[in-house]
């Protein structure tokens, strides 16, 4: 059965850092696509990052291009999100999610992917 589990959230000064995992199992996360969302109350669930089974990355928003940064530990099957710099408007819930088909591949919308972790609450606050 596929699972997905996030973890390493929680709450963080400005300024500070968070380094989110994603770890597998049922499943290998090198044979697809993962990505990373942002869910705020009243919002729809945000793209942030995503990385292929080729492992090339993908960001999908602008205030997090050069703070954030997607990578996959094939061995420990886990994706990460490390982020930097974190701001008040980085306050959410943090899904990982998997396009979990053959020909996986990135997408920014979160209705391309299947397989989803339960999120991970990170709040910057001072």
């Known amino acids: 059965q596929s699972h997905l589990v996030e973890s390493g959230g929680g709450s963080v000064q400005p300024g500070g850092s968070v380094r989110l995992s994603c770890t597998a199992s049922g499943f290998s996360l090198s044979a697809y696509a993962t990505g990373w969302f942002r869910q705020v109350p009243g919002k729809e669930r945000e793209g942030i990052s995503c990385?292929?089974?080729?492992?090339?990355?993908?960001n999908y928003l602008d205030s997090e291009k050069g703070r954030f940064t997607i990578s996959r530990d094939n061995a420990k099957n886990t994706v990460y999100l490390q982020m930097n710099s974190l701001n008040a408007e980085d306050t959410g819930v943090y899904f990982c999610?998997?396009?979990?088909?053959?020909?996986?591949?990135?997408?920014?919308?979160?209705?391309?992917?299947?397989?989803w972790g339960q999120g991970t609450q990170v709040t910057v606050s001072s």
């Open positions: 990385i292929d089974k080729r492992g090339d990355k993908t």
């Open positions: 999610a998997v396009h979990l088909t053959l020909d996986s591949s990135c997408s920014k919308s979160s209705v391309d992917y299947n397989a």
